[in-house]
């Protein structure tokens, strides 16, 4: 810094990278460079980091002198401090030193431009760094933003750079496709401004181009025509367009389309066709050495390029075979293509598009060499000497017309040709002379050959690679046969023949002695006179034909041929005679030759020579095999125990090689793609156990260490070289395989390197390849990183030879399809109310991993009334799983709904849900109910009936819930079941007199609303007391007076009458007994009095003390206070206040006040007085109590003392001294005694009257006569004896007229006689199956017995049908029979009246076994030593039917299953113990979505049949858990239901609700009818108008439903039941009634037990109504003698459900189940049936302790219908595995035993929901998917018996067997009866009608379904509905739209309307379609020269309305050109003959 003058050094102070707590220094100097001194000051800085070492004071500083300090530095924080040094000079100056502190920083640089430059797309994966340094001194950090083309990826993202470092990013671009890239990413690094980086290059195509030699781009190269045999070659030049250098294979492509070989293409192409026929041979051959490429293989370098030479050779594809059947070689034209390919694309793998590799089109003709000789190929010369010459011409003619010839004569001895050599232009001639020349004697035949010469190739070596180029050379040899005979003029002797026939020698024998027959003509002039004209003569030409047909060669016998001896020389040798030519006689000399047994017997020694040394041979291998088995096994125990210490030794894979393989050089030939197809299908599979992973013999190290040339490396295929795994999900495994095939003839090691973490999984890495083999290499794949992945991965052959495999994958989350996004849910009218709308939605899983999912509901605030199952779950990879979805309807229930599926770490989806809700017809039973007339502040009740006559479920709402003040109608919203009704309840509690008459409107969804009109009058009550004052005058304290009343009611209506005195504890009423009711308070009593009716009433008066009362009497009419509350009758009631508080109930309310006459008959309130005197005599004990035992003496026991005691003279009875003394007396004539019927007095008192003064006692005895209690009956007798003051027979001490008793003494007499009570009274056994044990445990409580007294036990036996008699039952006494001794220990439950007495108790067990079916009710009688009996009930059934043994079933679920048991004459099914538990436990806890739904509608009906019913529909049932203990299964008397929430409640509710679903829908002749069991089936409805004797009227609506289980029966039985009349009805009167009814029920229980139920246990009253049975129990209780079963105890609506329950069960089973008859099982073709091994079950009624005949028959076919139809319903998807169905439950859970029931029958619902079941299910939510498509199919035939999925998963054994008898019932009508075919034209629409017949006197209507996979294409013009009039006939239309040529099949269903009535029987038809002509939509025309590509476009228009997949087929003309053409035999017509 210069200032002037002065410069200070440094002029900025800097301090970079400091740290906290270091000391800095550094100097300042200050320097004068001016020419006079300064004054330097320097000022300390400001900031105390910075110190100045400096003079305070300014120094002067001489001209060119300096003056410094030191400066330090110290910083506190990493932060940046700046700072000024200031220095003034001369005070005139001041100059400023910056001083800045920098901490330590980064300092991050790198470059903005990555450029690869230019790179060959070859689908690899190129990287490249770019570094960022940082130089800084602290680390950096940097991040990288891009989100560019994916194909260029960048890591690491971010990171930090440490100081002085350089990180380097990692920049991979993949090379998929030629284009320009130019992509920008954003660094930012920290403490400097981004940097944009730029990524380019420039990714070109790697290509071969083919050019000529003056570089024009070749395509296709002509050679023209060729002779066969001679060879044309063309060069041409091959270039490498790209900037990598490649390995380069020409391969022949002998299968490219266009490609012809040998093919005459001057011909026409039927000629071509029908040559190849005619030969019978293919037309092509190997052109592998057609053409020919030098070199085959080579290296280009970038951009570099080669000369190639193509060699032409045609090749004559005609045998020689072919040439001697005169089939001349004709012209063959060639067109072929080379395929100029880089190896490095098999290793490189170039993008799809691309097209690295050059195609070259060869084309030529081969043409056969046509040089023929004229005249002829064979030339004869004359005869000449030695030394003559014979010539002749011969012409050669080329009839070639494009090519000349060359040829050539070889040198021939004897033979001379002139021209020797020439040429013949095309179509010329050439003379040439052959000369003979003889120059020896003899006879010449020469093959001349002439060479045509021509051009071929010359190859040196055994390889085709060296080619030395064209030589001229003979290709082709054309043979001419020349012969010529020299001889000489030298005459040989001719041998001397006897010329005639004689047998004289007359010459030398032999001379000619063979002669052959063809030389007869030439023995003329030696023989003439032998020979004769033998040759000429034709007498035996037949001999001499025959001649020629023998084999072998033939001479001639001439005379005196042979000498001595006539056998010949050779036995094969034939001669015949000259002139015949008759065979010679052959002679054969026995001395010398064999006969034809000596040659055989020659032959068999040789074959046991033979025989005999082969033996020898096997002997001595066995022996040596023997001696070498020996060594191995020797029986010498040395003490090694094997395995143990010896090591195994090394097995090598030299040591497994069979042979050696040579090590001679392979040979690589050149062969076609299609030599390398067939070598590739000879190809073995290398076995894993003994394949290398590094070579290990000698031959396998030399191969493997060879360097491969192209040509060979392009045999070693590795693929596919793109491993695409597609879309693979997080952390799943995924799998993909890699073929290695090595066509080489030697070992070939491929290594891969994997070197990313998602491949790791890949294991062997490392194979040696034998020769010729194959192998796969398994890729496998995992990932944790979402997003595409593309990696290469590198493999090496024989380490030399680098490759790429590319492998790429798309990594997604876990994600779930669904079917649909909105889900409509429609009603289905077969289904009762409580089942709701149910339907299903899909799930997919389309990815490679399981997929766990879960439902969350979309709460709103209107609420979601739909749930879903299965909530949580599963989805396998690649499957699907459904779920049902349900709305649970009401009024207010949301039509509409959401669910959020969420996957677990995948996908959330919403699915959308709306319910339509169906209209129906709800009509009311009466529109008006009339109340009448109803009692003021009183509770009234009135009832409305919905009925439903349409379809559907209706929901209705009350709209006005409170019409009227004090009016409630409820329940305020319901369901009205569709042919069912609802009841409304009507309350009304009226404040005050009106008369009304208002409308309640009902709203019905989607429907119109209606409105109930209520109409009626308010009465107030008019009530009467006769007394108005009650006077009680002198009562004395102790004493009791009643003042007797009569209350009236004056009015119509019912008036509820209370004495409220509890305030006056003295006072009490006396009622008569049928208004005496249970006090709700103490002191209060109510009185209900009836319209018009009398009550005769007592006010008793019982003071206690002295005292005085005076008081109006507290009364309350109808609630209200009496008579304050109501006006007087000179008041006007305010009728305004009364009108306005109704007029907000609305304008359809009419209400009245009643007029002002109406008044109270009682206007003043009622007086009570009462004075109370003093006690004067007290009486003590006030009660007694005597026990008496009958058989004990009498004792003083029976008598008693009584003490009466006067009160003392200070009493204010004796003040007056009116009284001396009190006379009283005991009134034993009056004695009141209850529950004694015997004659005499029970009771004496000594003395019985008398005196007292003042203070006086008196002690009477009280006695009891035991001889007059005994003859009496009862058990407990009670005494009242009074006890009156004053003189006996006079007035009383008050002077009152009749005495009133003063006190009464209370006499208590018990009787003990010896008995014994029984707990239960009553035993009721569980139903069991056949031998199966039910016990039980009776408690006998026994008193009055002396200790060991014997208690015996008996049963009546059980007589059987047959007459024979059983004892099913046996009682044991555990403990012994002997009474004990009395303890007063004992606890046991006792009568409350006898708690003091002294019991004990005796143990008895009952068991009860039966091995045939049998329902006992029978009695066990106990007998003491006395011989009183004592008898208790018992019940029990024992049966082998699931419908009678359910409750012992409910009972042992888990503990006993149905096993497969052998008998002595069939297989059994039996139900025994097992220890697993049930796996079935409840799997809807799992897979079940639950909400909680407070529904408003109500199950009960009520009903108002009669006036005194408490409706027992109105009470809900107790749920008392009142289950048996499972160790003793009986301990109450009566049947029971136990409640939901015990163990066995679900188990009894699905059977309850089993048979409600059926009697519901079958169990009534007019149609479905809902029933709710057992409220339905026990009310009683009155038929007319009942008047209560009180006078008030109940009115009976006549429109109510009065079905009953009487008219159920007569539908099921067809009959009438005896005892029960068809039409009845029942009086209002409950006495007579319940006699009606039992009587009744009574009926119905005999009838159903002769038909075979099983009911023993069931009684009448069991089946009565709550009002009924509670009558009955009274009646029970007064005539009741012995003691019985306290029904008290019992809940009555247990006992009435289980009642009902099991007597549906047993109709069910007399009535129904005995429908499966053994006839429908022949019709069914199952009869003796044996599939698969599986043994029919036996089938007589005892071949199972559990199921009955007709339940083993449905097993039966179950078993025969599942093993049949497994394999053809699940045969592609795995074929589920064979089971024994024994049982109804839990070999039916997982649905697959349904769904092959029904694809027996339905075939056409296999392929649309059948297949979509898992065959092997492992979950819950599998079951519940196969179930869900098992409803949906039960569903889609209309044969769904409200069959939930759940219940099917769940499945109870009542529930399916009952499903399964209605498939059986019902699957034989959906049997296809005839099959309808619809025919026509394709792309047309067919139409058919089918007739329908009805013979019924009715109209059916049908409900037309179409079902099947292409059920779709067919439509019904006329609705899915038809009609068929009563005796008449319809026709119904069928249509089926065309638009393919496979056949469409479908199956019509006519399902009646009313399923479940019937109406009528389904009717099936097989719907089959045939195209029968093929009319075409267009016509395209083309033409095309020959061997010219053109582009044809087509039109492809898709008719439906979803996307289709088409396919293209062109067909070849089968024209014959060798036949006339048919007419109207074309293509199209062919297509249609094949289409059917």
Not at 646 to 653: C, D, F, N, Y
Not at 822 to 837: D, E, F, K, N
Not at 1416 to 1426: A, E, N, R, Y
Not at 2008 to 2028: A, C, H, R, T, Y
Request: aromatic share 6%; net charge neutral.
């Amino acid at each position: 810094m210069d200032g002037g003058c002065v410069r200070v050094d440094p002029p900025v102070v800097q301090f970079n990278d400091v740290k906290v707590g270091r000391v800095y220094r550094t100097t300042v100097t200050v320097t004068n460079v001016g020419k006079t001194s300064k004054t330097v000051l320097i000022e300390r800085p400001a900031l105390k980091l910075f110190k100045i070492m400096a003079s305070s004071a300014a120094k002067v500083v001489a001209s060119g002198l300096s003056v410094s300090g030191m400066l330090e530095f110290t910083p506190e924080k990493e932060v940046e401090v700046r700072d000024c040094l200031l220095i003034h000079i001369d005070d005139v100056e001041t100059l400023k030193v910056p001083l800045l502190g920098f901490p330590r920083a980064c300092s991050l640089l790198t470059d903005s431009v990555l450029d690869f430059g230019c790179i060959a797309a070859s689908s690899q994966v190129i990287s490249k760094h770019h570094h960022i340094t940082n130089q800084g001194s602290a680390p950096g950090v940097f991040q990288v933003q891009y989100n560019g083309d994916p194909s260029v990826s960048i890591s690491p993202c971010s990171g930090v750079v440490a100081a002085g470092a350089t990180q380097w990013l990692k920049v991979e671009l993949c090379t998929d496709r030629p284009r320009q890239i130019d992509e920008k990413a954003l660094l930012k690094l920290q403490n400097r401004s981004a940097v944009v980086l730029s990524i380019k290059a420039e990714v070109v195509d790697q290509r071969l181009e083919v050019f000529d030699l003056q570089g024009a781009p070749l395509s296709c190269l002509w050679f023209g025509p060729v002779y066969f045999g001679t060879s044309c070659v063309e060069n041409v030049v091959l270039r490498n367009n790209a900037p990598r250098a490649c390995d380069w294979v020409c391969l022949l492509q002998d299968t490219a389309a266009g490609t012809e070989a040998g093919v005459d293409l001057q011909k026409s192409a039927d000629a071509v066709l029908l040559e190849g026929v005619e030969r019978c041979s293919p037309a092509t051959h190997d052109v592998s050495q057609v053409l020919a490429c030098v070199p085959k293989q080579g290296r280009l370098g970038p951009y570099d390029t080669t000369t190639v030479a193509v060699c032409f050779s045609p090749m004559s594809k005609n045998t020689s075979r072919e040439r001697k059947r005169n089939h001349s070689t004709s012209r063959q034209d060639y067109c072929l293509y080379l395929l100029f390919e880089s190896v490095d694309n098999r290793y490189g793998f170039t993008h799809h598009d691309g097209n690295s590799s050059a195609e070259l089109a060869v084309t030529g003709s081969g043409l056969p060499v046509s040089l023929v000789p004229s005249p002829s190929g064979k030339f004869d010369f004359l005869t000449c000497v030695t030394g003559q010459r014979v010539d002749l011409l011969c012409m050669l003619q080329n009839l070639c017309p494009q090519l000349p010839v060359n040829f050539r004569f070889r040198k021939v001895a004897h033979f001379t040709t002139k021209p020797s050599t020439g040429t013949i232009a095309p179509g010329q001639c050439q003379d040439v002379v052959l000369s003979f020349t003889a120059r020896q004697q003899g006879s010449f035949q020469v093959c001349q050959k002439l060479d045509v010469l021509g051009h071929t190739v010359q190859r040196v070596g055994n390889t085709a690679e060296e080619l030395i180029g064209l030589e001229l050379h003979c290709f082709h040899t054309i043979t001419l046969n020349l012969s010529a005979e020299c001889r000489s003029e030298t005459t040989h002797p001719v041998p001397k023949l006897n010329p005639g026939i004689t047998p004289a020698v007359t010459n030398p024998t032999g001379s000619l002695p063979h002669v052959r027959s063809s030389d007869l003509s030439r023995c003329r002039v030696m023989v003439p006179a032998a020979v004769l004209g033998a040759n000429q003569t034709r007498l035996h030409e037949h001999r001499r034909r025959k001649s020629r047909k023998t084999k072998g060669e033939e001479f001639l016998a001439f005379p005196n041929d042979r000498a001595t001896s006539i056998r010949p020389a050779s036995a094969h040798r034939q001669y015949r005679t000259i002139f015949t030519g008759v065979r010679r006689y052959r002679y054969v000399d026995t001395n010398y030759a064999f006969s034809e047994e000596e040659e055989e017997q020659r032959r068999h020694h040789r074959q046991i020579y033979s025989d005999f040394i082969k033996q020898l041979r096997r002997t001595r291998l066995q022996n040596i095999n023997e001696r070498q088995q020996e060594k191995v096994e020797d029986d010498v125990d040395i003490g090694i125990v094997p395995s143990h210490g010896l090591v195994p030794p090394t097995l090598h894979i030299s040591d497994l090689e069979s042979s050696k393989i040579s090590e001679t050089e392979p040979n690589y030939s050149y062969a076609s793609q299609a030599d390398r197809r067939s070598c590739s299908k000879e190809m073995t599979s290398i076995n894993r156990q003994v394949m290398s992973a590094v070579p290990s013999s000698s031959q396998e190290v030399a191969d493997c260490n060879r360097t491969l040339t192209a040509q060979e490396l392009y045999q070693v295929v590795i693929g596919p070289l793109l491993v695409d795994f597609g879309e693979v999900c997080v952390q799943s495994v995924c799998v993909q395989k890699l073929e290695l095939i090595n066509h080489l003839s030697v070992f070939v090691w491929v290594q891969l390197e994997v070197d990313c973490p998602e491949l790791q999984g890949s294991s062997p890495l490392s194979h040696v390849l034998p020769p010729h083999s194959l192998n796969t290499l398994p890729l496998t794949f995992q990932s944790s990183k979402l997003g595409r992945f593309y990696r290469p991965v590198s493999f090496s052959v024989n380490r030399q030879h680098p490759g790429q495999i590319l492998v790429q994958a798309q990594v997604v989350p876990l994600a779930l399809e669904l079917s649909t996004d909105l889900l409509v849910l429609r009603p289905t009218h077969t289904w009762l109310a409580q089942s709701g709308y149910r339907s299903s939605v899909t799930l997919r899983n389309q990815r490679n991993h399981a997929a766990e999912f879960t439902w969350r509901p979309v709460v709103t605030e209107s609420g979601i009334l739909f749930s879903i199952r299965p909530a949580t779950g599963t989805v396998e990879p690649y499957r699907e799983l459904d779920c049902e979805v349900v709305w649970h309807p009401s009024f207010t229930s949301p039509s509409e709904g959401d669910f959020d599926l969420c996957v677990h770490e995948g996908n959330t989806q919403r699915l959308h849900c709306v319910a339509k809700v169906g209209v129906t017809s709800v009509q009311l039973a009466e529109k008006k109910v009339t109340f009448g007339s109803v009692p003021l502040n009183m509770p009234t009740i009135r009832t409305a009936v919905l009925h439903n006559t349409g379809k559907n479920h209706a929901y209705y709402q009350v709209l006005d819930v409170y019409p009227l003040p004090g009016m409630v109608v409820s329940p305020p919203e319901g369901v009205v079941p569709s042919g069912g009704q609802a009841t409304l309840k009507i309350h009304f509690s009226p404040e005050s007199a009106i008369k009304f008459d208002t409308r309640v409107e009902i709203a019905l969804r989607n429907m119109k609303s209606m409105e109930l009109r209520v109409g009626g009058s308010v009465e107030p009550p008019n009530v009467d007391i006769s007394v108005a004052h009650f006077q009680f005058n002198g009562v004395h304290a102790g004493f009791r007076r009643a003042i007797p009343f009569v209350l009236t009611n004056h009015s119509s209506a019912a008036a509820r009458v209370t004495f409220d005195l509890a305030e006056y504890t003295d006072f009490s009423l006396r009622l008569p007994q049928p208004f005496l009711r249970a006090e709700k308070e103490p002191g209060v009593s109510v009185v209900e009095v009836r319209g018009n009716q009398t009550v005769d009433c007592s006010i008793v008066f019982s003071p206690t003390q002295t005292a005085s009362y005076d008081f109006d009497l507290p009364l309350m009419v109808n609630g209200v206070r009496w008579p304050a509350a109501f006006p007087s009758p000179l008041s006007t009631p305010s009728s305004c206040s009364t009108s306005s508080s109704l007029s907000a109930s609305g304008r359809n309310n009419v209400v009245r006040p009643l007029p002002q006459s109406v008044a109270m008959a009682m206007q003043q309130p009622q007086r009570v007085q009462a004075t109370v005197l003093c006690a004067p005599l007290e009486m003590s004990p006030s009660s007694l109590e005597f026990h008496v035992e009958p058989q004990a003496p009498h004792s003083d026991a029976y008598t008693k003392t009584v003490e009466l005691k006067a009160v003392c003279e200070e009493s204010v009875f004796w003040r007056k001294g009116v009284r001396k003394h009190v006379s009283w007396w005991f009134d034993c004539g009056r004695v009141a005694v209850t529950e004694y019927r015997g004659e005499g007095e029970l009771c004496t008192v000594s003395p019985s009257s008398g005196s007292l003064r003042p203070g006086q006692s008196a002690y009477l005895t009280v006695s009891i006569s035991t001889e007059a209690l005994t003859t009496g009956s009862g058990r407990v007798t009670k005494l009242s004896l009074p006890l009156y003051l004053g003189d006996e027979g006079g007035q009383g001490m008050g002077g009152e007229e009749g005495h009133e008793p003063y006190r009464e003494l209370s006499i208590t007499i018990t009787i003990q006689p010896p008995r014994i009570t029984i707990r239960p009274p009553q035993i009721l056994l569980t139903p069991v199956p056949l031998e199966g044990i039910a016990t039980a445990t009776l408690t006998l409580l026994a008193i009055g017995y002396p200790r060991g007294t014997t208690v015996s036990a008996e049963m009546d036996e059980v007589e059987l049908e047959d007459g024979a008699k059983i004892q099913p039952v046996s009682i044991i006494f555990p403990e012994g029979n002997n009474i004990p001794a009395q303890s007063q220990d004992q606890r046991h439950p006792v009568s409350t009246q006898n708690q003091e007495a002294g019991w004990t108790s005796i143990t008895c067990s009952v068991s009860f076994c039966s091995a045939v079916s049998l329902s006992l009710c029978s009695t066990i009688t106990f007998t003491d030593h006395l011989h009183n009996k004592f008898k208790v009930k018992l019940c029990a059934i024992a049966d082998n039917c699931v419908l009678t043994v359910w409750p012992y079933m409910a009972m042992h679920r888990s503990e006993q299953q149905i096993v497969l048991k052998t008998g002595a004459t069939a297989v059994e099914a039996i139900l025994q113990r097992h220890h697993t538990p049930s796996p079935a436990s409840g799997p809807t806890s799992s897979s079940s979505s639950s909400f909680d739904h407070n529904s408003s509608t109500t199950k009960n009906s009520a009903s108002d049949s009669f006036p005194d019913s408490d409706s027992v529909s109105a009470q809900a049932s107790r749920n008392t858990d009142v289950s048996p203990n499972k160790d003793t299964p009986a301990i109450l008397g009566a049947p029971e239901f136990p409640a939901a929430n015990s163990e066995e409640g679900p188990y009894y509710q699905n059977v309850l609700k089993a048979v409600e679903r059926w009697f519901s829908l079958f169990g009534w002749p007019s149609g479905p009818h809902p029933i709710s069991v057992p409220h339905t089936l026990r009310k009683v409805v009155s038929q007319i108008q009942t008047h209560h004797s009180s006078g008030r009227t109940y009115g009976v609506s006549q429109n109510k439903d009065s079905r009953s289980v009487v008219d159920m029966l007569h539908h099921l039985t067809g009959k009438q039941i005896p005892g029960i009349p068809r039409c009845q009805t029942f009086s209002s009167d409950i006495d007579q009634r319940t006699s009606r009814l039992l009587q009744q029920h009574q009926a119905m229980l005999t009838f159903l037990r002769v038909q075979g139920a099983c009911l023993g246990h069931i009684r009448p009253e069991y089946l009565l109504d709550m009002q009924e049975f509670k009558h009955w129990c009274s009646l029970l209780q007064a005539n009741e003698e012995e003691p019985s079963l306290d029904y008290s105890s019992v809940d009555y609506e247990s006992l009435s459900k289980r009642s009902w329950t099991d007597v549906l069960l047993q109709i069910y089973k007399v009535l129904v189940l005995c429908r499966v008859s053994e006839s429908g099982l022949n019709n069914a073709n199952l009869k003796n049936d044996n599939l698969d091994g599986i043994l029919p079950v036996g089938s007589q009624p005892r071949a199972s302790n559990i199921y009955s005949s007709c339940e083993l028959r449905l097993l039966l076919w179950l078993n025969v219908h599942y093993q049949r139809m497994r394999k053809t319903v699940w045969g592609r998807g795995g074929v589920p595995s064979a089971r024994w169905i024994v049982n109804f439950d839990l070999d039916l859970t997982d649905g697959l035993v349904l769904a092959a029931l029904l694809a027996a029958y339905c075939p056409y619902l296999i392929c649309s929901h059948f297949q979509r079941m898992y065959s092997t299910t492992s979950s819950l939510e599998q079951n519940l998917h196969n179930n869900i498509i098992v409803t949906q199919a039960l569903t889609a035939l209309c044969l769904n018996l409200d069959v939930q999925p759940t219940d099917l998963s769940d499945p109870n054994p009542v529930q399916m067997l009952i499903l399964c008898v209605h498939l059986y019932e019902r699957l034989p009508q959906y049997l296809p009866l005839h099959a309808i075919t619809l025919s026509g034209d394709l792309h047309s629409t067919f139409s058919k009608q089918v007739r329908l017949k009805s013979p019924s006197f009715k109209p059916i209507k049908y409900q037309v379904h179409l079902l099947g996979e292409d059920a779709h294409l067919f439509s019904l013009p006329g609705g899915s509905t038809v009609t068929i009039p009563p005796k008449a006939s319809t026709e119904l239309s069928v249509q089926y739209s065309c638009s393919v040529m496979q056949p469409g099949e479908a199956a019509l269903l006519l399902i009646p309307s009313s399923p479940f009535g019937l109406c009528g029987t389904t009717l099936t038809f097989n719907l089959k379609t045939h195209v029968s002509h093929i009319t075409p939509t267009n016509t395209v025309k083309c033409r095309s020269p020959c061997y010219q590509l053109k582009v044809i476009q087509v039109p492809i228009i898709n008719p439906f309305n979803k996307e289709a997949t088409f396919r293209v087929m062109l067909e070849e003309s089968q024209f014959n050109p060798l036949e006339p053409e048919k007419k109207g035999d074309g293509i199209v017509q062919q297509a249609s003959s094949e289409a059917k």
